[in-house]
Structure formats: structure tokens, C-alpha cells
């Protein structure tokens, strides 16, 4: 059985050499950041994009998914945690599908896909390209100077009017990966919430189309 589901983009060239792993945020599901695929796709030809919903239902009374209880502090990074094998087995999953290393594997996550992709990618024992984290924060930081294991590129964009998750968040996680040696480029846009716009979406082109070179 698959570790996860969700939709899927084929390469524009018709033959993949890399992968696009997206990851939703809260209460959300894959079909929400697909609609990222169109905007990348022409730049990134050879790629294929996936956008899995996370593995457990949302709690709070809305549909979607979610990757991790909100409940408590301890509950969310617990989650993290459990969320973390079960994202490297669906990469690991989707790399042998395509007959490519992981390494020619690229992470985005928003919000909460975001928390947990910054958790994962730097304790993978196989590296995936790069990490391009939208709008979250690095929750289980604490522990990361004694688990890390890769050092993928991460790209950390958020909003400076983000009222869900404060920018301080990224800064922070911005801080404590480079701190570990981890290539990390960290951008607060001004003028922007919660969301991605088409600065995020150019920024995150430029990034993929480095890694993914």
C-alpha cells in the first residue's frame, strides 16, 4: 500500500528527471497546492509534481487533512515526528517509480507541509535536492543539532503581515539551520499574509530550477 495519495502532474517533456513533492497545509488537501504545478511547470519541464494529502483527517471540524494534531504543543511535535517516516517513504516511493535517485527530489511545503518537510529533509539519510518551506516554522529545532544528518538547500519564504504563523517563525528557522551548515536563503515579503503570491512563485521557480539543474 502506498504511503500516501493525491494528484499528480506529469513532466511537461513527457520524461521526469526530477520530482516535486508538495505538501498542504492544515485542513487543506494535495488539490490546493496542484494549483502550483501550472505556474512552475514550464519552467521546470522535466518535473513531475506530486501533492499527497497527509495521512489523518482534520480534527477540527472542517474536511481536509492534516499532518499532525494542533491540540497541544507536545501532540504537535509528536506529530511531526510520526509525519516524518511516513513523508521519506512516499519520496522514497515516488524516486524508485521514476527510476531516480532521491536526491533528484525536491520538498515544498506550505504551513503546516511546511513544518514538517524542514523537520524530515535534514534527517533523511539520502538527501533530496533542495526544500522550499512557505510560510511555516522549524518546530523540533531543539533537537536538530544532534539529528541532522543531510544538508539539502532550503528556500524559507513568508509573509510579514502572516497572521497565522508570525514571520518570526522563518527567521528563526532560517537562523538554526544555517547555524548547522545547511545552504539556507530566507525572504520576508512585505505586503503579504498567509499565502503565496507571484513573488513566492518566482522565487520558488529560481530555487527549484538551481537545484533541480
Known sequence: MPALYGPSRLATSGRADSVL???HGVGSNGDDLMGLAPL????LPNTAF???DAP???EEGMTGYQWYSRRSLDSRVSG???AAPILDRYVDELAEGYG???SRCALLGFSQGCIVALHAAPRRAETVAGVVGLSGALITGDALPEEVVSHPPV?????EEDVVLPAEGTRRAGEALGALGIPVETHVLPNLGHAVDRRVVDLT???LQRVLA
Open 21 to 23: 513533492v508538495m505538501l
Open 40 to 43: 512552475l511547470a514550464d519552467g
Open 50 to 52: 506530486h501533492a499527497p
Open 56 to 58: 489523518h483527517e482534520f
Open 80 to 82: 511531526v515526528i510520526a
Open 100 to 102: 531516480l535517485p532521491p
Open 155 to 159: 528556500l524559507l519564504v513568508h509573509g
Open 205 to 207: 521557480l529560481l530555487f
